[in-house]
Nanobody, 124 residues
Framework: VQLQASGGGLVQVGGSLRLSCADS????????KAWFRQSPGKEREFVAA???????HYADSVKGRFTISRDNAKGTVDLQMNSLKPEDTADYYC???????????????????WGQGTLVTVSS
């Protein structure tokens, strides 16, 4: 399984960006998909996940501002980011795996497949 993330860029505070992650066509509706982010000097942190049942889960820091969605037919998972803040600046990574239960969604070590990072910079 190969994941390809795109959509990062430079945006001003309060602006919006939409990240997208496409798979190689080998994931299916049985995969849990997620977004994580990492800033320099910090650990990779959970942002959002979407389960097999399309239920969504968010970090408290992005709840109400970010929306994760998936299209199984296209093999994509998107992250719509609104009301961006400087603290949202980071490399964003998409992840997927099918051997995950609900209690593991927020843990980076639970995911076996990762895309390359796409940089999001929010300027003040």
């Amino acid at each position: 399984v190969q994941l390809q993330a795109s959509g990062g860029g430079l945006v001003q505070v309060g602006g919006s960006l939409r990240l997208s992650c496409a798979d190689s066509g080998r994931t299916s509706r049985t995969y849990v998909k997620a977004w994580f982010r990492q800033s320099p000097g910090k650990e990779r942190e959970f942002v959002a996940a979407i389960g097999r049942d399309y239920r969504t889960h968010y970090a408290d820091s992005v709840k109400g501002r970010f929306t994760i969605s998936r299209d199984n037919a296209k093999g994509t998972v998107d992250l719509q980011m609104n009301s961006l803040k400087p603290e949202d600046t980071a490399d964003y990574y998409c992840a997927a795996d099918r051997q995950i239960i609900l209690s593991e969604y927020r843990q980076a070590r639970s995911y076996g497949y990762w895309g390359q990072g796409t940089l999001v910079t929010v300027s003040s």
